[in-house]
């Protein structure tokens, strides 16, 4: 609910738990007033007579008000929102002023506001796919002006108060003549009590994405970022705050937050001296630029924002279930296994999916062919996957033009008739034949210099005019600053799925960008994102059935933007059981399992050549969206039985770790294992997972009391055979928990299912 005061002009976005004020003062500036939680269940407001105390008195220290949004001018000393230049003078100018150029001074006073609930941020898909939720939401837009230069700037704050949630933006206007040249622009700033110090994020590179980190912020500015045209490695767009040892897993206040952008970003953290937080979230000030020309206007991305009092674990869990029903895509379900005559080229066949609909296990043959593909053996692997329960069978790196091998071809987007001679018809027919649907790997935004498409366009490349061209992994990155090489990858992919009956789209890019030179200048930044996302939402509004996973190099682009036009989302290049533990434990803060990859390989791992038992591989596997990239060429009889049996086994819990509660039970610093628990809202489900990492010999470990179920209602226990293991009420298990008798070594896992057993009343 938005509440306005007219007497006191004092607003409050009050949500289910918690409540954001904020107050237009004497002199017309938008001053912020609280964050917080708010006492459940009681009707109330801020009336505006309590006001922050400011330390406004020392001549040293003079810029500390809380404004909704600062701005270069009246703040210098510390981190703002925005700062413009302007390239005109006042008129007239007054007595004794000195006509100098440009101008930095932005000053925005309150002009209005409005409560509307068809708004949207910058870069929101347009693809017009529905999500699970689709029930309309309040925004709170608030116009601010400068009194002096054209520039309009409305605060935009969208409410989903079932989460707690408040998506911020900021929509920019030059009301004037000439040009106004934007040198920073955040998409919002968030002003947090006094002393939430303690910050959980994450960081890592390729292969070790995720990593978290806890820090206490220092006095001063401490920034988490990545410079590249896609979100990084290095870092991730989010974070959680709280006061120091205040917060853990299910108790204490905790603030949130995550960027929904997918390119050059930056959060900034500052802490003063009297210990008040600012965070500032959105465009990376470096070599940042935007010109708003005469009536142009700009909208932002959005910053996505909100706090409980529920720990680290309420924070995801209000995260997760927010990308579950605002974010999330729901395609159209195809019909995989028509005959090949039957599939209409238009993308229309089928109907609506659910909204409940989740992801299928997946089959990718990389791993077990590489680059030495042909028809006969993806069929065969096809065959040997179906066998198994696979749903759908993705073919990797390899297929088009001059591929053999990762020297050449990217931008040749058309099938290699050395490697299919007949084109992909048969293999997808096949594939379709047994039930499954049928995936391709892509690399869009890719050049090879041995490439068709370089021989006729180099031009078509990031570089800067007579400078080096910086290449890795033998490619360079197209200029999607282009509206031509935008056009021209929508029309290759475009006539692959015309063309082909292909249900998913695997979307990679494997390198950062060198060398940004652009015909749009410094705009590539902004504008190599909205290419990517402008291509994915006409490709998904015209084969509405068609499904995407956002891939770069692992785990290098996944944010709320990206997540808004794909289905899931490639964690990490890195399969190995045990390392997956932390990298998906770091994931699981912000993203929820429904979109998190995760593999089964071979026993021997291909990137750290450790071993683990299956057992390990699936359980760890299981917590995300299942998948499996072992060569089932090398599975024996028996060892594809077992496959198959954990494949049935984890269609029966699909549903509660895809649409269920996160509750982390154990984290690997503290226990040396991980232990977690999915829990359907209504408490008549649960999954049960442990794996441990590493155990001391001698030692025992202890049973970790469970959460979310009903306390009075009984419940059994079952294994992947579906044999009870234990009966014991909600009660017992929150209290007591499960024995873990059975995992008193490194490296062994387990997975149960809790159901609830029927009454009957």
């Known amino acids: 609910m938005i509440h306005f005061n007219p007497d006191t002009r004092t607003f409050n976005l009050i949500l289910h738990s918690s409540v954001y004020a904020m107050q237009v003062d004497s002199k017309d500036r938008l001053v912020h007033l609280v964050w917080g939680p708010r006492p459940v269940g009681e009707e109330g407001v801020l009336s505006g007579r309590l006001r922050p105390t400011l330390s406004d008195h020392a001549s040293f220290e003079f810029q500390t008000r809380r404004d909704e949004l600062l701005t270069f001018g009246d703040t210098t000393t510390h981190e703002v929102t925005l700062k413009a230049n302007f390239a005109t003078l006042p008129d007239p100018l007054p007595d004794g002023d000195a006509p100098h150029l440009p101008i930095r001074d932005v000053r925005l006073r309150y002009v209005s506001h409005e409560i509307v609930t068809d708004a949207q941020p910058g870069l929101a898909p347009a693809h017009g796919l529905p999500t699970a939720n689709g029930e309309p939401r309040e925004t709170l837009r608030i116009q601010l002006a400068d009194p002096v230069q054209p520039l309009t700037v409305t605060l935009c704050y969208r409410l989903t108060p079932a989460q707690d949630i408040i998506e911020r933006w900021l929509e920019l206007e030059n009301t004037g003549d000439a040009p106004i040249e934007i040198e920073q622009l955040f998409f919002g700033a968030l002003h947090l009590p006094n002393g939430t110090t303690e910050l959980t994020s994450v960081s890592g590179a390729w292969a070790q994405e995720f990593q978290t980190q806890w820090e206490r912020l220092p006095i001063g500015r401490r920034v988490i970022e990545h410079r590249s045209l896609q979100t990084g490695h290095a870092a991730n767009p989010f974070f959680l705050l709280n006061r120091p040892g205040q917060a853990w897993e299910e108790h204490g206040t905790v603030y949130f937050g995550a960027l929904a952008y997918s390119g050059s970003w930056q959060l900034s953290f500052e802490q003063f001296h009297s210990t008040d937080v600012r965070v500032h979230g959105g465009y990376h000030p470096a070599d940042f630029g935007l010109t708003l020309a005469a009536g142009a206007q700009h909208k932002t991305p959005a910053l996505v924002c909100g706090v409980c009092d529920e720990g680290w674990g309420g924070a995801s869990r209000r995260l997760h279930a927010f990308t579950r029903e605002r974010i999330l895509p729901v395609a159209v379900a195809g019909v995989p296994a028509a005959p090949p005559d039957t599939h209409e080229k238009s993308g229309t066949v089928g109907r609506p999916a659910a909204a409940d609909q989740f992801r299928p296990i997946l089959y990718n043959s990389w791993e077990a062919t590489y680059f030495g593909i042909t028809e006969q053996n993806q069929i065969e692997l096809a065959q040997k996957a179906a066998a198994i329960g696979v749903e759908l069978f993705c073919l990797d790196d390899g297929w088009f033009g001059g591929r053999r091998f990762d020297v050449a071809g990217l931008g040749d987007w058309t099938v290699s008739p050395d490697v299919f001679p007949n084109g992909l018809e048969p293999l997808i027919s096949e594939v379709n034949r047994l039930g499954m649907d049928f995936g391709l790997w892509v690399e869009p935004e890719m050049v090879n210099p041995d490439s068709d498409l370089y021989r006729a366009h180099p031009e078509w490349a990031l570089h800067f005019p007579g400078r080096p061209r910086t290449e890795a992994r033998c490619q360079l990155i197209l200029d999607f600053g282009r509206e031509e090489v935008v056009d021209y990858i929508f029309n290759a992919l475009d006539s692959l799925l015309a063309q082909y ?78 390392d997956r533990l932390r990298i998906q434990e770091g994931f699981s803060l912000a993203y929820p399992a429904r979109v998190m990859e995760a593999w089964v390989t071979h026993e021997k791992n291909h990137q ?81 997972s442990v794996v441990v990492h590493s155990h001391k010999l001698g030692q025992f470990r202890r049973m970790v009391p469970l959460r979310g179920l009903i306390p009075s209602a009984t419940y059994e226990v079952l294994d992947r055979y579906q044999k009870v293991r234990l009966t014991a009420t909600g009660y017992e298990l929150m209290v007591q928990g499960i024995s873990g008798d059975e995992d008193g070594r490194s490296g ?7 159901r609830r057993l029927e009454t009957g009343d």
């Open 501 to 578: 009956n292909i249900a998913f789209i695997k979307w990679d890019m494997n390198r950062n960008v060198s060398e940004p030179g652009s015909v749009v200048g410094k705009a590539i930044w902004q504008a190599h994102v909205a290419g990517v996302y402008g291509i994915i939402d006409r490709l998904r509004a015209k084969y509405p059935h068609l499904t995407i996973e956002s891939c770069s190099g692992g785990g290098a682009r996944i944010d709320l933007g990206i997540l808004g036009r794909t289905d899931q989302v490639w964690t990490s290049d890195n399969t190995d059981a045990l």
């Open 608 to 688: 750290t050549g450790r071993s683990h038992e299956l057992s390990t591989r699936f359980d760890v596997a299981m917590r995300g969206a299942l998948g499996i990239g072992a060569s089932l060429n090398g599975l024996d009889e028996a060892e594809l039985k077992e496959y198959a049996s954990y494949i049935a086994f984890y269609k029966r819990i699909r549903h509660i770790v895809q649409g269920g509660d996160l509750y982390r039970l154990e984290r690997l610093e503290e226990a040396d294992a991980s232990t977690i628990l999915y829990v359907l809202p209504d408490g008549s489900e649960a999954v049960y």
């Open 748 to 754: 062994y896992g387990r997975t149960l299912h809790i």
